[in-house]
Nanobody, 123 residues
């Protein structure tokens, strides 16, 4: 399985970005797709996840109401719409795939990772 993340960039506070993560290879066993982020000197933290079959969504408290995760099963792609961005959202954003039921907020439990895309929010 390969995950290709894209859509990062530089945006002013209050702006929006949409991240995409396209999965290829053996994607038939996808259970969760998740987004995590990591700022310099900080641990990787959970942002959002979606169950692949049922579409149930999960968010970190810090992004709830501002970020929206969605998916396109036909394209094997997950999206993260990020609105009302804040400087503290600045980080490398990584998508991940789990092929079995896991604690969706635990990075270590995901099976595959994308390369990351940088999001920088200026004040």
């Amino acid at each position: 399985v390969q995950l290709q993340a894209s859509g990062g960039g530089l945006v002013q506070a209050g702006g929006s970005l949409r991240l995409s993560c396209a999965a290829s290879g053996r994607t038939g066993s996808t259970y969760y797709m998740g987004w995590f982020r990591q700022a310099p000197g900080k641990v990787r933290e959970f942002v959002s996840a979606i169950s692949w079959s049922g579409g149930r969504t999960y968010y970190a408290d810090s992004v709830k109401g501002r970020f929206t995760i969605s998916k396109d099963n036909a394209k094997n792609t997950v999206y993260l719409q990020m609105n009302s961005l804040k400087p503290e959202d600045t980080a490398g954003y990584y998508c991940a795939m789990a092929t079995k039921p896991i604690n969706y907020y635990q990075a270590l439990e995901y099976d595959y990772w994308g390369q990351g895309t940088q999001v920088t929010v200026s004040s």
